[in-house]
């Protein structure tokens, strides 16, 4: 059996795996990546954060991706019927990067992948992991790639940044349900030659469709816009009998801003659905691994946190590593779990937020405080690690209580 030796093997190709890898030959070691698809494939998560500006930067990937011309963004816009809240990033309370892409993930994913391996990492595409044996830290893995072929990467530390995936988690049993509810999306990419029109071409716009039911509306600058509904799948049980895209093309002409815009537009493809995304890990890390990005846990495309989330970790752990390999020694609980879950967390709030209503009050009030709003626009722009910003830092009980202020003394405003 062939077997190859290197310093860390990543595991996944997407931008938690690219990123990873990016920051970790830059610090000269000798990096492997298997990812058990072809790339370009196709994945959700097409909505940017600011905040994984950063990461990309320190991986050396913002170059490649700014010279793909992918679709500029600048905030996202909330509606609920008439009532209409804006974000614009350059109106952020954190300092940091006021805008990012949005972007068909095949293209900027692989846009990622080719850079690291033009870096000099090796990756192993349409290869699948079947076994890894921990010895310390050492590991062995062995990968079977598309034509059978079985062979081994010994490696001295391994990243799991294999997403949906989940390779550690599964072989080792790691898996544990999310506490969010379930939740389905249906989605597909819509011909948009209105959207000028319409003034919506450089940010994402969020639309309530249902108190526990929204949309998203993501063009890209290709002149085709991501659209996807998002709800319980007892939402979509009321369309069953229709096919996938009868059931899209009637959701979408049931909404008002959605109709004159998409009603009759050609559909790229069959639209998919996607369910069962909340999913966590009983731990994040171990002797000669860790976990990185939707591996860890995902929580929601509300707010697009998937790939900030991603790639924030892999930076934080790829620095990690590198410390490790230098020979000094990593409080993993400190310096990852805890700054990882504090993200997560923050995250978390405001997807429950959303769903329970108590966001809405906040969003769609008809006075919402100047500062208040630059405060939130952080949290919406990734930046979930600023504790100066006191939504981030209180931010379970200030979100609450905010919204329990502007119902007891403004209830018309949040009506």
């Known amino acids: 059996m062939q077997t190859q030796e290197v310093d860390v093997l990543v595991i996944g190709a997407g931008p938690s795996g690219s990123v990873a890898a990016g920051i970790i030959k830059k610090a000269g070691y000798n990096v492997h990546m298997v990812e058990k698809e072809k790339f370009p494939r196709f994945v959700i998560g097409e909505s940017l954060l ?227 995304w909340s999913i966590t890990t009983e731990q994040f890390f171990g002797d000669g691994f860790v976990l990185t990005g939707n591996v860890t846990e995902f929580l929601d495309p509300m707010f697009s946190s998937g790939v900030t989330l991603a790639t924030a970790s892999s930076q934080l752990a790829a620095n990690l590593v590198i410390k490790q390999l230098q020979g000094n020694k990593v409080n993993w609980d400190q310096e990852f779990v805890k700054p990882t879950m504090q993200g997560v967390d923050v995250f978390r709030t405001y997807v429950m937020g959303w769903y329970d209503g108590t966001l809405h009050d906040i969003f769609f009030t008809k006075d919402i405080n100047p500062e208040i709003k630059k405060q939130i626009c952080s949290v919406l722009a990734g930046y979930v690690w600023d504790t100066d910003n006191p939504f981030v830092k209180k931010h379970d009980r200030v979100v609450k209580s905010l919204s329990e202020f502007l119902r007891m003394n403004n209830p018309s405003a949040v009506a």
């Not at 900027?108 to 192993?124: I, M, P, S």
């Not at 071409?201 to 816009?225: A, C, E, K, Y």
């Not at 049931?254 to 790229?268: A, D, I, Y």
Request: with cysteine; net charge negative.
């Open 50 to 276: 600011p905040r994984c500006m950063e990461a990309l930067e320190e991986a050396d990937l913002l170059d490649a991706v700014k010279a793909q011309g992918f679709q500029e963004k600048f905030g996202a816009k909330f509606l609920r019927k008439d009532d209409v809240c804006d974000f614009n990033f350059d109106e952020q309370f954190t300092e940091g990067f006021s805008w990012t892409w949005q972007v068909p993930r095949g293209d900027f994913d692989k846009t990622l992948a080719d850079e690291v391996q033009r870096k000099g990492v090796t990756v192993h595409f349409e290869t699948t992991v079947t076994d890894i044996k921990f010895d310390g830290t050492n590991s062995t893995t062995t990968i079977v790639d598309k034509e059978g072929n079985v062979s081994e990467i010994k490696a001295k530390f391994i990243v799991d940044s294999s997403g949906y995936g989940r390779v550690i988690p599964r072989l080792f049993n790691l898996d544990k349900p999310s506490n969010l509810p379930p939740r389905k999306s249906l989605f597909a990419h819509v011909n948009d030659p209105k959207r000028d029109v319409h003034n919506e071409p450089n940010r994402i716009m969020i639309l309530v469709h249902q108190p526990q039911t929204w949309i998203w509306v993501i063009p890209f600058s290709t002149g085709v816009t991501s659209v996807g509904f998002v709800g319980s799948p007892e939402f979509f049980d009321e369309h069953k009998d229709k096919t996938p895209e009868a059931q899209l093309r009637y959701l979408i002409n049931s909404e008002p801003h959605l109709k004159e815009r998409f009603g009759n537009e050609t559909f790229m493809f069959e639209p998919k659905t996607l369910e069962g």
